[in-house]
Nanobody, 118 residues
Framework: QVQLVESGGGLVQPGGSLRLSCAAS????????MGWYRQAAGKQREPVAT???????NYRVSVKGRFTISRDNAKNTVYLQMNSLKPEDTAAYYC????????????WGQGTQVTVSS
């Protein structure tokens, strides 16, 4: 059974940094695209950054130049380095991955809260 476990969220002051991690486990044969999404209170979930298995990256415009997504295929892990954080980055951050086990499907992590406040 596939599990995505996120870590690294917390409370940080504006201008600060956090690094999120998401490790996938459970009968995995291959992982294709991995990504991070976020959902602020009262708003819809939105994509933040995605990275393909081959390393093709896409960022939400509002995080370009501040956030960096990366992955370690050997560890089935995706990271999100977040710098120059702003209050508007406050949200629950969710890991998402396209994974093949005996079949292929998209999976979500449980989410980790990021709060940017002074």
């Amino acid at each position: 059974q596939v599990q995505l476990v996120e870590s690294g969220g917390g409370l940080v002051q504006p201008g600060g940094s956090l690094r999120l991690s998401c490790a996938a486990s459970g009968g995995i044969f291959e992982i294709y695209t991995m990504g991070w999404y976020r959902q602020a209170a009262g708003k819809q979930r939105e994509p933040v950054a995605t990275i393909s298995r081959g390393g093709t990256i896409n960022y939400r415009v509002s995080v370009k130049g501040r956030f960096t997504i990366s992955r370690d295929n050997a560890k089935n892990t995706v990271y999100l380095q977040m710098n120059s954080l702003k209050p508007e980055d406050t949200a629950a951050y969710y890991c998402n991955a396209d994974i093949r086990t005996t079949s292929r499907s998209w999976y979500w992590g449980q989410g980790t809260q990021v709060t940017v406040s002074s």
